[in-house]
């Protein structure tokens, strides 16, 4: 021990995971415009991107269906993917910062589950809607309620889990196991009074699938998800300090309080727009920010903008596979990310074993 | 300059914990909250970091507590927690890199290095803070607390440590090597306050002692006026006797039982 006056000034630790966590994202931003180039030269269509690329530069006009494929199918559903896999990874670490836990994922407060009950219930009593409504919400109607399930359910969260203005993360869990539990309860009688066709459509729905890409969706969920997303990483400071517990990041000067419901708004708002445009895709939320951790640590500095990037890509990844693997059909995305997303967790965990506690 | 209570009360549901209590400590000295267990003085301390609610004032430096902002006060005190339960792998500097963005010296990326000497976990920095031990856990925070309040005064006014029970997980010799650790931070200008179980240590480091009991303070002021046969006894209900070392003359203390012969001075 020395004391506090006579330290020797030392060099501080020679490679931090800061340096780590920097590298890897130059390198996931190279991965993820990988996987959108990816993305954008496969399909089911014979048409690629470089022939189409070199007609452009040789100023020749690209023909009619190799325009539609590229700007109008693959483009959008690109961004849709970067949108949607960044907003459910970085919702999944805000939301394990804030409940302190490495497992926690909206799925697990309800909020998904919410945003599922919406969804049903548009696509199976979608029809009993004043018909004028129904021709206004067209095809966005699913999307639509979806995204006011995962509200309404982080509202009624809140509500009963914030006592004069302090938010418990405990009441919070175990009311989001039981919202979880009613909206699954509520779906499943939808379910039962759904027709064959309704079944079918509630099936793929809850498999999740970007197959839907317009650039209406895209810019339905564009501004609350990169909201969101770019506006995370101003939380990393606070949930950096939540670590500690709450009574400790208070005595750091963070506003705990205001931290949690602006964390809560971000995570409701990216996840219900998430879910409303591609449906349930599981993993990337849990999977994505645990192997960041595991690469270059919890700091949530590091963290939030490296999730928004390894979400896009992995997402981006998982859907060429599940565009081309039984091409001209589709796999359901949401079958190949848990495909991939469960033996990936199951070896992290076995690998890690004693380790690394959770 | 001084950290003071006046009159506080705090109550859990409809008990009262702690009636009408009085504080103060000093700047430059090392205050001990002593008292039996369920006294009342870790309560006393939850209310002067601000975590239980109280009706009262507590003021730092001659400002209310309550009427200063989160940042404000982070600049102005350091809390160390009886124990951290962390939630993620963080490694050692990181945990103390922590108390980089509560204080005033968010610059200063050496500091958690120095830190982290001075609580005597040289090498410990890339270690994961959850293999450490419970005693090496406790001086990565006490690191982590020290990195957010580094130096004693700031522009003359002084900073605090406010500290829950800082040596209750540690061996004999690192429990006086932090004693002094935090002994040279009030002697040089700041403000230590410290909730102690051992009143041997407290005899040994403290500049002056609270003594609860019941939700009360039992007495108060420098420590050989404090801590005697009666107070001690009456407070924690068992016989005790303050003795005197010949050849250096500190304090210490030594409970005895009914059935032993009694101890003189």
Excluded at chain 1, 68 to 85: A, M, S, T, Y
Excluded at chain 2, 10 to 31: D, N, P, W, Y
Excluded at chain 2, 190 to 197: D, P, T
């Amino acid at each position: 021990m020395v004391s506090i006056t006579d330290i020797p000034r030392q060099p501080d630790v020679p490679l931090d995971r800061r340096v780590i966590a920097r590298r890897a994202t130059m390198g996931l931003s190279l991965l993820l415009a990988a996987a959108s180039l990816l993305s954008l030269t496969y399909g089911a269509s014979g048409t690629s991107l470089w022939s189409a690329l070199g007609d452009l530069l040789a100023g020749r006009e690209l023909s009619r269906m190799d325009r539609v494929i590229l700007f109008d199918i693959r483009l959008p559903r690109v961004i849709l993917g970067i949108l949607v896999g960044a907003a459910l990874a970085v919702s999944g670490a805000v939301m394990q910062g804030l409940f302190r836990n490495p497992l926690a994922d909206p799925g697990l407060v309800g909020v998904s589950a919410g945003g599922g009950l919406g969804a049903i219930t548009a696509i199976v009593l979608g029809g009993m809607l004043p018909v004028a409504l129904r021709d206004w919400a067209g095809s966005y109607l699913v999307s639509f309620a979806a995204f006011i399930g995962a509200w309404v359910a982080t509202m009624i969260l809140y509500r009963v889990s914030t006592r004069h203005g302090r938010t418990s993360v405990a009441t919070m869990l175990l009311a989001g196991i039981a919202m979880g539990a009613l909206a699954g309860a509520a779906g499943g009688t939808v379910t039962y009074m759904a027709d064959d066709q309704q079944l079918r459509d509630l099936t793929f729905w809850s498999l999740g699938s970007l197959a839907g890409a317009t650039w209406a969706k895209v810019l339905a969920a564009g501004p609350i998800i990169c909201i969101a997303v770019l506006g995370a990483p101003f939380l990393a400071r606070g949930l950096n300090a939540l670590a500690l517990g709450e009574a400790s990041a208070g005595h750091m000067g963070i506003p705990v309080q205001r931290l949690k419901s602006i964390a809560i708004l971000a995570v409701a708002g990216a996840t219900g727009a998430a879910v409303a445009v591609s449906g349930g895709i599981g993993f990337v939320g849990i999977v994505v920010p645990h192997l960041l951790r595991l690469a270059t640590g919890p700091d949530h500095q590091a963290l939030l903008p490296n999730a928004a990037l390894l979400g896009g890509s992995m997402l981006l990844l998982a859907d060429v596979i599940s565009r081309t693997i039984i091409a001209p059909a589709e796999l359901p995305i949401g079958i190949v990310t848990a495909v991939l997303g469960a033996p990936i967790f199951l070896w992290i965990l076995l690998r890690r074993r004693g380790l690394v506690d959770l | 300059m001084m950290f003071e209570a006046k009159n506080v009360v705090v109550s859990l549901g409809r008990k009262q914990i702690l009636h009408h209590v009085g504080f103060t400590a000093r700047a430059g000295e090392l205050t001990a909250i002593v008292g039996p267990n369920g006294s009342g003085k870790t309560t006393l301390l939850r209310a002067l970091t601000g975590d239980a609610e109280y009706s009262g004032e507590i003021a730092i430096n001659g400002q209310d507590t309550q009427s200063l902002k989160g940042w404000e006060l982070a600049a102005m005190r350091g809390v160390l927690p009886q124990a951290a339960v962390l939630a993620f792998p963080f490694t050692a500097i990181e945990v103390v890199r922590l108390g980089l963005t509560a204080g005033l010296s968010a610059g200063n990326t050496r500091l958690p290095t120095q830190a982290l000497d001075a609580v005597g976990l040289h090498g410990f920095a890339n270690r994961f803070y959850q293999e450490l031990s419970g005693g090496e856990q406790q001086r990565v925070q006490l690191a982590r607390i020290l990195t957010q309040v580094w130096e004693p005064v700031v522009d003359g006014v002084p900073r605090w440590l406010l500290l829950d029970e800082p040596v209750a997980s540690l061996d004999i010799g690192h429990q006086l090597k932090v004693m002094q650790l935090v002994q040279q931070y009030a002697k040089r200008g700041g403000g230590v306050i410290a909730v102690m179980h051992d009143l041997n240590l407290t005899a040994m480091f403290a500049d002056s002692v609270t003594m609860m009991c019941n939700g009360q303070v039992a007495g108060s002021g420098p420590v050989d006026e404090v801590l005697n046969n009666q107070t001690l006894s009456t407070a924690y209900g068992c016989s005790l006797r303050v003795n005197t070392m010949p050849p250096f003359g500190g304090t210490f203390l030594l409970p005895h039982s009914a059935s032993q012969p009694t101890m003189g001075h």
